[in-house]
């Protein structure tokens, strides 16, 4: 690898997977390292953005967050991506590392192969993807899909030409990784992580190293560093689409959708947090979060439901002239109904 080159780490993994979990700890702890961070989420809310930028890393300030706001990275490469890199490339003070948060619906393929982009090729490198995996959504079947229930929508729908999105979105996440960070161990025992760790394995033909984390807890130094020079492979990690659609039809995320739904005061959270586990499983919503105003603390309450598991916590104080208010962004497949999961949810305030 070009040692004048400046190494970028790709961060990917299904929605709530713990991608901005690590993130915020690698920033705690860059082992000096400047860091700049492009963060791309999917849903018209910047929560993650609002996260990373909230931890106050002196190694990475709020300069060098920047957010990628319109729509997953992987259809946005030249518009979006290639732009901000030159941009950043441009800056006096260069970064020593580059991170960069792809959405959880993202294809990494495209983003990796924009490194062989002719302005980008000569200035940086992937250093290595990162795909973070929920192990305990793979435990509970999450990405192993029905498939009777697959075939029976496509005899329904003729139009879907693959199988279940989740199932091969999970599957291409992994086919590009460098290294498979199993994370929220916590919510195993040892048993069921070795069948986690069977059954990611046998979802990819190339063996990457595979670590455990809680937490997203894994050292800057096996992070980062990992010299990889992935876009000079990226041959080797062709997506279902890729494969399926050699004739270069671009991909699209037809399948999944997202909204913002705006409420008032939620006056007792906890009861706010259990009736929405209910409108979660119900509709099947896969991801839910944001900021919840709750009345007379001074503190703005965070949430983040990844399907129906669900933390919150009060975050930080709300700043004055900031407006209060209680925004979440919900994100499921394409038939969620929601005009019921919207007045679900606004019904509880
Ligand atoms: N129990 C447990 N929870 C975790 C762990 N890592 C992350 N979480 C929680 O999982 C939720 C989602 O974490 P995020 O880091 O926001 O996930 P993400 O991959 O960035 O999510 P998207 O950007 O929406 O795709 C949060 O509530 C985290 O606190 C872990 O190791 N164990």
């Not at 948060?101 to 490198?125: C, H, K, M, Y």
Request: contains cysteine; negative net charge; proline residues 4%.
């Amino acid at each position: 690898m070009n040692q004048q080159k400046i190494p970028a780490t790709v961060i990917t993994g299904f929605l709530g997977a713990g991608k901005t979990t690590m993130i915020r700890n690698l920033l705690s702890n860059t082992n000096g390292k400047k860091i700049a961070l492009i963060i791309n989420e999917f849903g018209d809310l910047g929560v993650d953005g609002e996260v990373l930028k909230g931890c106050g890393a002196e190694n990475c300030t709020e300069d060098d967050i920047i957010e990628l706001t319109n729509g997953c990275i992987c259809c946005t490469v030249a518009d979006d991506f290639i732009p901000t890199m030159t941009k950043l490339l441009e800056r006096e003070q260069r970064p020593d590392h580059i991170v960069i948060e792809t959405s959880g619906l993202a294809l990494p393929q495209p983003l990796v192969a924009a490194f062989n982009w002719p302005d980008i090729r000569t200035q940086v490198t992937v250093d290595g993807v990162v795909t973070v995996v929920d192990s305990a959504a793979v435990a509970a079947g999450r990405f192993a899909d029905d498939h009777d229930a697959v075939e029976a929508r496509r005899v329904e729908d003729e139009s879907l030409d693959h199988e279940s999105p989740i199932e091969e979105l999970f599957e291409d996440q992994l086919t590009c990784a460098d290294l498979i960070v199993l994370n929220k161990t916590d919510l195993l025992d040892t048993a069921g992580l070795g069948r986690v760790r069977d059954e990611v394995a046998s979802r990819i033909a190339r063996k990457p190293v595979m670590i455990e984390a809680r937490n997203g807890e894994v050292p800057a130094s096996v992070l980062l560093g990992l010299g990889v020079g992935t876009e000079g492979d990226i041959v080797n990690r062709k997506s279902h689409h890729e494969l399926e659609h050699e004739d270069g039809v671009p991909h699209d995320h037809d399948e999944f959708d997202s909204f913002v739904v705006e409420l008032g005061p939620v006056a007792d959270p906890a009861a706010f947090v259990d009736a929405l586990k209910g409108i979660i499983g119900e509709h099947d919503v896969l991801r839910l979060k944001g900021f919840v105003d709750v009345p007379g603390k001074p503190m703005r309450l965070q949430l983040q439901a990844v399907g129906s598991r669900i933390d919150h916590y009060f975050d930080r104080a709300w700043v004055p002239g900031e407006a209060r208010g209680t925004r979440l962004v919900v994100i499921g497949l394409h038939e969620m109904d929601e005009a019921a999961v919207r007045k679900a949810i606004e019904a509880l305030a």
